[in-house]
């Protein structure tokens, strides 16, 4: 249920409402907006309460059932568009952000090298995995903890917020430590206890669409992150499994106005891990930015031949920097910036 404030209401009557959903049993999270205060009122019963126990209250403008399985991440909690500041980049404003960097952090000098590239062609975040869910697990696991250092280090010398993969719950808390916005991954997405325990650290969640997830159930894990308490969260469409075979995932580009009608998050989309193809990347890029996207993760790599992981849908330095100059020209083309 939605309890939207008057514009003059006072405190008091928004405690009183608060006072009133406790009572029940409920829990509340606020949305203090522009000119007025909104109520989430939450828990799994609140269709037993008439919604007039609540609109008898002075300074209730409305009160309205929010019919939808997610809550906190719709756009009937939340009207306005998130927007997410990292140091000085906003994700969710006019300006696209590009966040790049390798698939997987190898080396302090493959990853310096991709950081000093990715950032001076454009990208204002620079990824990298240091924790990686391979599908197999004779796979390359990633640098752990030594190479979420290397990426801190990384980002710090270019002034770059940085982003990396967290698996596991029991990382969160010194992964925290090491970046600015914590990924949860596809194969992640409806891991509970992992979205709850980066939900409670406060800092910024890119939160990436299960392989099989519909949208709905991809707000519904946005709802476990923001519902531990951070209002910071950023959806990445990553492509999704089809019959189509020809590309590693289908991307969904229909998922980003979707998205942007029915939640107020901000939405990047990932064409790297949707291709899993360096030549079908800069296509998929320049659609997600045509259709409305706040953003791109891209993977990048000094040496695509011999990376350890994802070499083959990693752009160069020069596909990237290339990539870069027909993606500021998209985004001017619909009155944004990159
Ligand atoms: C990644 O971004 O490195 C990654 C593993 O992506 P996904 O979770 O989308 O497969
Ligand atoms: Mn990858």
């Given at each position: 249920m939605i309890v939207e404030m008057q514009r003059n209401a006072t405190q008091s009557q928004v405690d009183a409402v608060i006072e009133r959903a406790q009572g029940y049993g409920f829990e509340v999270q606020l949305n203090r907006g522009t000119d007025k205060v909104v109520i989430a009122i939450l828990g799994s019963?609140?269709?037993?309460?008439?919604?007039a126990n609540f609109e008898v209250?002075?300074?209730?403008?409305s009160v309205t059932r929010?019919?939808?399985?997610?809550?906190?991440?719709?756009r009937e909690f939340r009207s306005e568009p998130t927007e997410i500041r990292v140091g000085d980049v906003t994700i969710g404003g006019p300006r696209v952000v590009v966040m790049a960097g390798p698939?997987?952090?190898?080396?302090w000098e493959q990853l310096d090298a991709t950081a000093r590239h990715v950032i001076g062609a454009g990208a204002s975040i620079l990824r990298g995995g240091a924790f990686k869910p391979r599908s197999?697990?004779?796979s390359f696991q990633g640098m752990g903890f030594e190479g979420a250092a290397l990426l801190r280090q990384a980002g710090q010398a270019l002034k770059a917020p940085v982003v990396s993969e967290v698996t596991d719950s029991h990382f969160v808390e010194r992964m925290a430590q090491e970046v600015d916005i914590l990924q949860i991954g596809a194969r992640n997405m409806q891991n509970y206890t992992l979205l709850r325990a980066v939900g409670e650290t406060n800092k910024p969640c890119l939160l990436k669409r299960g392989l099989a997830a519909t949208v709905t159930e991809w707000l519904q894990a946005a709802d476990y992150v923001l519902a531990a308490g951070t209002a910071q969260v950023i959806l990445c469409e990553r492509g999704i499994r089809s019959f189509?075979?020809?590309?590693?995932?289908?991307?969904?580009?229909?998922a980003v106005p979707v998205i942007k009608r029915q939640s107020h998050l901000p939405v990047i989309v990932d064409p790297s891990h949707a291709a899993g193809h360096y030549a079908l990347v800069p296509g998929l890029a320049r659609a997600a930015i045509a259709a409305g996207a706040d953003g791109l993760l891209i993977e990048v790599h000094p040496d695509p031949a011999n990376a350890l992981s994802d070499g083959l849908q990693s752009l160069t330095f020069s596909d990237f920097a290339r990539l870069m100059v027909e993606c500021r020209q998209i985004a001017e083309a619909i009155g944004r910036t990159l």
């Open positions: 019963d609140t269709g037993h309460v008439p919604t209250l002075p300074g209730v403008g929010i019919m939808r399985p997610y809550k906190l991440a719709s698939c997987s952090i190898e080396s197999s697990p004779f189509e075979d020809s590309t590693r995932f289908t991307l969904d580009i229909s």
